[in-house]
């Protein structure tokens, strides 16, 4: 399998979810998500805040050794489908501060790309802080396109658009193959998409997917 570039991933990630909220009125952006109690303006909002983030990361290089990498990561955040309440709420309440939803857009429209600039730009050898662990470049890139596939899937119920890319979504699947134990197999009738909502808690589990997966389907949500 060709190794992915986590810069290329990245931009193939941001780049989608720009696809889905580009030209959109503030009707389109005031639709629900997947995100319980979070309209697209809302969720777009969070999502700035990860590529903000990654700026300030990027452009405050950290001493290594990492203490987590791209699936372990995960392991340290609250699973179920949704985010933290106190975090869900201030998010609520400073998207409301706009003006308008499309000035979120604007601003995404800015900091999106600015951020996928700093990511080519940073050296792959590598590390960042942020959210209290240390993370090699690249893997503190999956995490970004990990978050971002997921949630532009959870755009996509009453906004539909371009699916995420394909070498967002390899990145995606990696890190959440990475948190099943070793000895599990994730049902065959399910793809990429499918996978990705039933182990973040968006879609339920079926009890045909619970008979395939066993024990292992005490595990899921994998990540929230």
């Excluded at 005031?30 to 990027?58: K, M, S």
């Excluded at 106190?86 to 609520?92: I, K, S």
């Excluded at 792959?124 to 971002?148: I, S």
Aim: net charge negative; proline share 8%; hydrophobic share 45%.
């Amino acid at each position: 399998m060709t190794a992915i570039q986590p810069d290329e991933a990245l931009a193939q990630a941001y780049d989608g979810i720009t696809a889905v909220v580009d030209g959109r009125d503030d009707a389109d952006l005031q639709r629900p998500t997947r995100c319980r109690g979070w309209l697209v303006a809302d969720l777009l909002f969070h999502l700035l805040g990860d590529a903000q983030r990654a700026l300030v990361a990027l452009a405050s290089p950290a001493a290594g050794p990492a203490d987590v990498d791209d699936v372990s990561y995960w392991r340290g955040l609250p699973a179920g489908g949704g985010d933290d309440g106190r975090h869900a709420w201030w998010v609520r309440r400073s998207a409301a501060a706009f003006d308008r939803p499309t000035g979120i857009v604007q601003l995404w429209a800015e900091t999106a790309p600015a951020a996928v600039r700093a990511a080519r730009a940073a050296d792959p050898t590598g590390y960042v802080a942020t959210q209290g662990h240390v993370l090699r470049v690249p893997d503190f890139l999956a995490t970004l396109t990990t978050e971002a596939v997921v949630h532009h899937l959870d755009l996509t119920p009453e906004l539909p658009g371009a699916p995420p890319g394909p070498l967002a979504v390899r990145v995606a699947v990696t890190a959440v193959d990475g948190l099943l134990s070793d000895d599990t197999v994730r049902p065959t009738g399910w793809d990429d998409h499918e996978f990705l909502l039933k182990a973040t808690g968006r879609l339920p589990l079926t009890d045909r997917d619970r008979l395939e997966l066993g024990e292992s389907a005490g595990w899921f949500p994998l990540l929230g």
